[in-house]
């Protein structure tokens, strides 16, 4: 079965750091972009990163600029986002998706279920 796993989420302080994974199964996560997308509550699902199968990344959420960062390890099949610095306004559910090419684009192929962020005191 085809299916990407997010983990890593939970509640964090404002300021604390959180790594998510992204997991694939039932394919070759290295043989694909890979992104990291998030929905806060009440508003519609944004980009946040993408790694392209040549480690290349593209940064879509310009407040994720200088605290996130993603990472791919194709050894263990999974990508990573590192967020440092975290604020209230990181707080959201956050989706990783594979592309259909080892390119960043904006069509997704496969999605995962989602891990949620809390960002609070």
């Known amino acids: 079965q085809l299916q990407l796993v997010e983990s890593g989420g939970g509640l964090v302080q404002p300021g604390g750091s959180l790594r998510l994974s992204c997991a694939a199964s039932g394919f070759t996560l290295g043989y694909y972009a890979i992104g990291w997308f998030r929905q806060a509550p009440g508003k519609g699902r944004e980009g946040v990163q993408c790694?392209?199968?040549?480690?290349?990344?593209?940064t879509y959420a310009d407040s994720a600029k200088g605290r996130f960062t993603i990472s791919r390890d194709n050894a263990k099949n999974t990508v990573y986002l590192q967020m440092n610095s975290l604020k209230p306004e990181d707080t959201g559910v956050y989706y990783c998706a594979s592309s259909y090419t080892g390119v960043c684009s904006i069509g997704m192929k496969y999605w995962g279920k989602g891990t949620l962020v809390t960002v609070s005191s």
């Open positions: 790694i392209s199968t040549n480690g290349g990344t593209t």
